[in-house]
């Protein structure tokens, strides 16, 4: 089945931007439904961002026109772009997929497909 190695986390001061990326292996994800989500310590898995393969986008409040979620279908790779980043950013960030329609983009539930993380740490 399909694999995802997301990449591109850093360490990076408050304000500055980082791109993510999530590299799928395994199979083409035409049709997929792809989602980022990110987990603090402590903290449950909270919806970021999502991009379905008809071009739809959602974000969620706390990052909405902060981040910006893409695709490139030649490379398989979806991204996530974070500008003017806050300390409350700081998470691991997770890549997940899913094979065709979902209308609850924001459920963890929702996703077959999850890959391992990546850390972003924003210092203040």
């Known amino acids: 089945q399909v694999q995802l190695v997301e990449s591109g986390g850093a360490q990076v001061q408050a304000g500055g931007s980082l791109r993510l990326s999530c590299a799928a292996s395994?199979?083409?994800?035409?049709?997929?439904?792809m989602g980022w989500f990110r987990q603090a310590p402590g903290q449950e898995r909270e919806f970021v961002a999502a991009?379905?393969?008809?071009?739809?986008?959602k974000y969620a409040d706390s990052v909405m026109g902060r981040f910006t979620v893409s695709r490139d279908n030649a490379k398989n790779t979806v991204y996530l772009q974070l500008t003017s980043l806050k300390p409350e950013d700081t998470a691991v960030y997770y890549c997940?997929?899913?094979?065709?329609?979902?209308?609850?983009?924001?459920?963890?539930?929702?996703?077959?497909?999850w890959g391992q993380g990546t850390q972003v740490t924003v210092s203040s």
């Open positions: 997940a997929g899913r094979r065709g329609y979902s209308s609850r983009w924001y459920e963890r539930d929702e996703y077959e497909y």
């Open positions: 395994g199979g083409s994800f035409s049709g997929y439904l």
């Open positions: 991009l379905s393969w008809s071009g739809r986008k």
